[in-house]
């Protein structure tokens, strides 16, 4: 399975803990941890939306892997 890499940096600590893996496994785990933060980030954003009492507009939460 060939993986396009989206973000040329690298993520350090994912390199350190799959250092046994191959360079596309470990390209997928840095895609899945960036994933994973922007996730965290929308629910952050969407808690504190509803704190204020706003609501997310349209268009707003299509986030992208940078």
């Known amino acids: 399975m060939q993986i396009k ?4 940096n690298p993520i350090p600590f994912i390199r350190e803990l799959c250092k046994h893996k191959t360079e596309e496994e470990i390209i997928e ?5 960036r994933r994973y933060l922007l996730l965290i ?3 952050c954003e969407r808690l ?4 204020d009492g706003r609501t997310p ?3 707003e939460d299509n986030y992208e892997i940078a």
């Not at 890499?5 to 040329?8: A, T």
């Not at 504190?48 to 704190?51: A, F, L, T």
């Open 29 to 33: 785990a840095e895609e899945n941890f």
């Open 5 to 8: 890499r989206q973000n040329k």
């Open 41 to 43: 980030k929308r629910i």
């Open 48 to 51: 504190e939306g509803e704190e």
């Open 57 to 59: 507009l349209d268009g």
